[in-house]
């Protein structure tokens, strides 16, 4: 009887050994997956945002001729279109929560459908002044100065 | 040869020694030093994770305050795209709140200096951008060349 009982104290002694170990792996695998999905949250947004900046001054850049730089509305926003000099330009605006790039016609209608996806976004806005081009999205706000705003003078 | 038999003070008086007993006590102390360390190692990449994040913002923040500082045709322009104020005597600076990157406010600090090159001068500027803590400051220098013939109404 007092064998018994004593057996069963032990028992429980490695349960709750084990029960300790368990909880403890537990909490350190929890956490290790909470800092991982932190960090990887982190870069995403990060991508996010040099993919649209990085986009962006590069075609203002790649571009940049007097008056080439306008925004007109479109259908779901601002869209800002960069003259490209021969007739035709880029068109980049937002279209179903999607930052996209439209190379056609300069007097022609949008066409979601053979515009070419840039990033993930989920508002857009642009701004233009005369030496300056200011895009406000969800992600930051992207500035370029223009240099051909000083062939108008 | 007789038997060995166990001393009587070497159990815990319910069948199991008191050695079993240090044991996974030893046992629990070994876990809790290598979880320690393990948390150690995730804290670590928290904190490197944050200063990352922190350190691009600053980097996107003063590429576009650099655009900015490019397309000012003055400090005052500089501080009004800013919404900062001006100040200094020897040199102008710029100090301002500005948000570039969502969700990450950041103090700028824009020092200009100038510099007679003969045919125009030569503006530089250096920017210095923190968070709110003001904890490892990222600064850039950009330049900016106005030519004598833009000051006086020329192509620059």
Known sequence: MISSRCSNRGHVWTLLLFAVVMLLMLVAIVFGVRVYDMATRANAATTQLRAVEGYLSSALKANDENSAVSVVAGPQGDVLRIATGDGNATSIYLSDGRLVEEYGAAGNALDPQSAVPIAKLESFSAEVSNNRVTVITDVGTVVASLRSAGDDR | ?156
Do not use: C
């Open chain 2, 1 to 156: 040869m007789r038997p060995l038999k166990s001393r009587p003070h070497e159990t815990g008086g319910n069948g199991r020694s008191i050695a079993f007993y240090i044991e996974t006590v030893v046992v629990v102390l070994m876990l809790f030093v290598m979880l320690s360390v393990v948390v150690q190692f995730f804290v670590k990449s928290y904190v490197a994770t944050q200063e990352s994040q922190v350190r691009m913002d600053e980097v996107a923040t003063a590429r576009q305050v650099a655009e900015l500082f490019q397309s000012s045709a003055s400090p005052d322009e500089l501080a009004d795209a800013l919404q900062g104020e001006r100040s200094g005597i020897d040199k102008t600076a710029v100090n301002a709140n500005v948000e570039y990157v969502s969700g990450a406010p950041m103090r700028v600090n824009v020092t200009i200096s100038s510099r007679d090159t003969g045919a125009g001068t030569l503006y530089t500027a250096d920017i210095t951008v923190s968070d709110q803590a003001g904890s490892r400051p990222y600064t850039l220098t950009s330049e900016r060349y106005v030519s004598d013939n833009v000051a006086k109404g020329g192509s620059q």
